[in-house]
């Protein structure tokens, strides 16, 4: 189930060379954030989410580990202009 609307989707060229190299399928990550499965994140993060999700007013931020060492961020803006897929390193 959709909580939010994501705007605009884009990736940066890192987030999408690992995820075509550990044969990730983009559009499985972004329903698991899109339904608030936050992902690899600590409580207080999945939180911070939730409580957006109830009041609108802050970006929403998942995590995902596609491999022991590759991580993939997607970050909806505040505005739910726009969401992006991005590696760690990349932010």
């Not at 911070?48 to 802050?58: K, S, V, W």
């Not at 929403?60 to 390193?89: A, C, G, H, M, Q």
Request: proline share 4%.
């Amino acid at each position: 189930m959709i909580k939010f609307k994501p705007g605009q989707i884009v990736a940066t060229p890192g987030a999408i060379n690992a995820m075509n190299a550990n044969n990730v399928n983009a559009e499985t990550l972004l329903a698991r954030h899109l339904s608030g499965d936050w992902g690899d994140l600590c409580k207080e993060d999945k939180e911070l989410n939730d409580e957006a999700l109830q009041t609108g007013e802050d970006r929403f931020f998942s995590s995902y580990n596609i491999t022991p060492d590759i991580k993939i961020w997607i970050i909806t803006e505040w505005n739910r202009s726009v969401t992006t897929f991005l590696l760690p390193e990349e932010y």
